[in-house]
């Protein structure tokens, strides 16, 4: 028997999930709370399953519901690129692209980046979140981001890993700290000093604590910043040392009293790939940023200047698009 699906039932069983609550998925959906039991109800009876665990605490979604979550993500992003795509029929209609990045490309290539490219694109925004790498490819596989930058290629069969950037964590220092003289240390034996770290917001920061923890170990933290560079001057106040992508310390280390060291460490080498589930099922505009960002890795530190004119030769058709494989 054939099985039909409605937008609205497809859209509210998403804001059910994401508020846990049927009363607020059925308020973001802008339906009564009857109407949208109703709809929950109904649905589940064509499917033959419950989708959510109801308690007085809530709803969760039952093994059934998490799969039906993924391919109503999935769908509702695809309205979303159809929207995208006919953006030069109807004025008014901009582009949205969602992107998830760890920390390293979120501070260090994503500012220059989309400055390059939004001002190449005034009619599409960006949608941009830092994640922990194993939270970006997760976050392309559901559908809940387009694009992911990431180091971590997962086990997804169905997803797409194209090479974009290698980048280095180490071990920031005062000049005169002890650990200073090491060409090269081990992370274990820096967690017996303080540390400087960024918030615990941050992707990177809950990577080193994770790493110390499968150490059996906790990072001493003495004080929580915003950003690399307050990183740094933190550490050359000798409030403690830090761990940091090399592209952040190379432009502090010249101007402060710092020095950086390698970890021998193997997870310290951070090889980034773009992560996306069908480069060619991408709207045209999201598949320029793609492509935009590939050639800023070859480029390395290009002008904003040179990005636009780069992007003008890099511009794909909305229609006929043929799949790069650079």
């Known amino acids: 028997m054939a099985m039909h699906f409605d937008f609205t039932d497809l859209q509210l069983v998403v804001n059910v999930a994401a508020a846990q609550s049927m009363t607020k998925g059925a308020e973001k959906s ?14 589940e009876q064509r499917l033959g399953a419950p989708l ?31 929207r995208g795509d006919m953006q030069e029929f109807a004025s008014g209609i901009k582009g949205l692209v969602k992107v998830c990045a760890n920390t390293t490309a979120m501070n260090e290539f994503m500012p220059n980046l989309l400055a390059r490219y939004l001002a190449a694109h005034p009619d599409v925004n960006v949608e941009l979140r830092e994640r922990l790498s194993h939270q970006v490819v997760k976050a392309v596989a559901d559908g809940s981001a387009d694009i992911g930058i990431t180091a971590s290629t997962g ?17 920031v220092t005062r000049h005169d700290h002890p650990l200073a003289t090491h060409s090269l240390v081990d992370f274990e034996s820096t967690l017996d000093h303080d540390y400087v770290g960024l918030s615990e917001s941050s992707a990177i920061h809950a990577f080193l604590v994770q790493a110390a923890d499968d150490l059996g170990r906790a990072l001493r933290f003495r004080v929580e910043v915003s950003n690399f560079e307050a ?12 761990v ?5 310390a190379l432009r502090y280390v010249q ?37 935009l960002m590939q050639q800023d890795a070859r480029e390395g530190n290009g002008s904003v200047a ?8 890099l511009a794909i058709p909305l229609f006929d698009v043929e799949k790069s494989n650079e």
């Open 306 to 313: 040179e990005g636009a004119a780069a992007l003008h030769d």
């Open 155 to 171: 086990r997804y069969s169905n997803l797409e890993f194209l090479p974009y950037r290698s980048d280095r964590l180490v071990l």
């Open 52 to 82: 959510f665990f109801r308690t007085n605490q809530g709803v969760t979604l039952t093994p059934a519901g998490d799969a039906f979550l993924c391919h109503a993500r999935v769908v509702m992003r695809q309205l979303e690129h159809l």
């Open 244 to 248: 940091i992508p090399r592209t952040a």
């Open 30 to 43: 802008f339906l009564s709370l009857p109407a949208a039991s109703g709809r929950v109800k109904n649905l």
């Open 231 to 242: 990183v740094c001057r933190m550490i050359a106040a000798g409030v403690g040392l830090g």
């Open 255 to 291: 101007d402060l009293p710092i020095c950086m060291i390698d970890l021998k460490n193997a997870w310290a080498m951070r090889r980034l790939h773009i992560c996306v589930r069908h480069l060619d099922r991408l709207p045209g505009f999201a598949q320029q940023l793609v492509a």
